[in-house]
C-alpha cells in the first residue's frame, strides 16, 4: 500500500528576486515570468483583465492610505491652531480681568432704581487693579504701580502726552497704553521710581473729577468722590520733599522754555523793525 504522504504534491513554489527603486518594472517582469513558468494563468484570455483589476484594487488602497495620512495631518493642524487661540484667549481674559476692581463692589443707587452709576471709588477717588492703582483729586492723578525689588529707572519707559499715556518696563512689557479721560499739561507731568513703586503723577488739564483714568476701565461714580487734602500729605516727609523738589524743577523748566520763546520772538520783532 502506497504511503499518502507520497502522493503529495508541493503547491507552492519559492520565488525569490531582489527590487530595484530605480526600475520598479523590471520587477513586475520577473513576477510575471516567474508566474509563467509555474502555471497557465497568463494563457487565459481574461488574465490582463484580472491583473488590470489587481492594480486597480492595489492604487486604490494606496489613495485611500495616503488620505488618511493627509486627514491625520490636517486634524494635527487645526487642533494646534485651536489650542494657540485657547491660550491667545485665555491672555485676553487675563488682562481683562485684572482692569476690574479688586473687590467688586454693588452700588447704591436709591434715587434711580437699579440703575448703576458705577463703580464706588477707592479711598483716594480712583480704583484699584492687580497691576496698578490710581486716585485723583480735582487737579491730579497719580497712578501707582509695584515693581519687582531691583528695578531700575533705566528699565521704565513712560511717555505722557496731552491725551495718552504709556508705561512700559525693559521695552517690552507693557503696563499701561492708552487714552486719557480728558486732557494733561504734559510739561506738568512727571514719573519717579520709589523703591518697588513707580509713581506717575498727572496735572489735569482742568479742574474736575475723572470718571476713569485710562480708556477701558471700569468707571467710578463721580458722586461718590470725597474731596480731601492732596496725595502730597499722605506722603513721608522725605518723599515729599523729593516729589515737591521734582514738581518745583519742572515748572522752572517749563517756566523758561516758555521765556526762550518769548525772548526769541521779541528778538524777531526788532529785526523786522529795522526795515521799517
Known amino acids: 500500500m502506497a504511503n499518502i504522504s507520497d502522493m ?62 493627509e486627514d491625520e495631518e490636517v486634524l494635527k493642524t487645526l487642533e494646534k491652531k485651536l489650542k494657540e487661540e485657547s491660550v491667545t484667549m485665555e491672555v485676553e481674559k487675563q488682562n481683562m480681568e485684572s482692569l476690574k476692581p479688586k473687590e467688586p463692589i454693588e452700588v447704591e443707587n436709591p434715587n434711580e432704581g437699579n440703575v448703576t452709576l458705577g463703580e464706588v471709588p477707592n479711598k483716594g477717588n480712583g480704583l484699584d487693579f492687580q497691576m496698578y492703582s490710581w486716585t485723583q483729586t480735582r487737579k491730579e492723578v497719580t497712578i501707582n504701580i509695584p515693581v519687582h525689588s531691583g528695578t531700575n529707572s533705566r528699565s521704565v519707559t513712560c511717555k505722557i502726552d496731552r491725551y495718552r499715556l504709556k508705561v512700559c518696563l525693559n521695552g517690552n512689557h507693557t503696563i499701561i497704553d492708552g487714552a486719557l479721560f480728558d486732557a494733561v499739561k504734559p510739561d506738568d507731568c512727571f514719573w519717579y521710581l520709589d523703591k518697588k513703586v513707580i509713581t506717575v503723577l498727572l496735572t489735569k488739564h482742568e479742574y474736575g473729577w475723572w470718571k476713569y483714568c485710562v480708556k477701558g476701565e471700569p468707571e467710578i461714580d463721580t458722586k461718590k468722590v470725597k474731596a480731601g487734602s492732596s ?26 522754555k516758555k521765556k526762550s520763546i518769548s525772548q526769541h520772538h521779541s528778538q524777531n520783532w526788532m529785526k523786522d523793525r529795522r526795515f521799517w
Open 231 to 256: 496725595k502730597l500729605d499722605d506722603l513721608d516727609p522725605e518723599t515729599r520733599s523729593t516729589v515737591e523738589k521734582m514738581m518745583f524743577d519742572q515748572r522752572q523748566k517749563h517756566d523758561l
Open 8 to 69: 503529495q504534491e508541493e503547491t507552492s513554489t519559492p520565488f525569490s528576486a531582489s527590487f530595484d527603486r530605480s526600475n520598479p518594472l523590471g520587477f513586475v517582469e520577473k513576477v510575471l515570468e516567474f508566474i509563467g513558468n509555474e502555471s497557465d494563468f497568463l494563457l487565459k484570455d481574461t488574465s490582463d483583465k484580472e491583473i488590470a483589476t489587481a492594480v486597480t484594487a492595489v492604487k486604490k488602497r494606496l489613495r485611500e492610505a495616503e488620505k488618511e495620512e
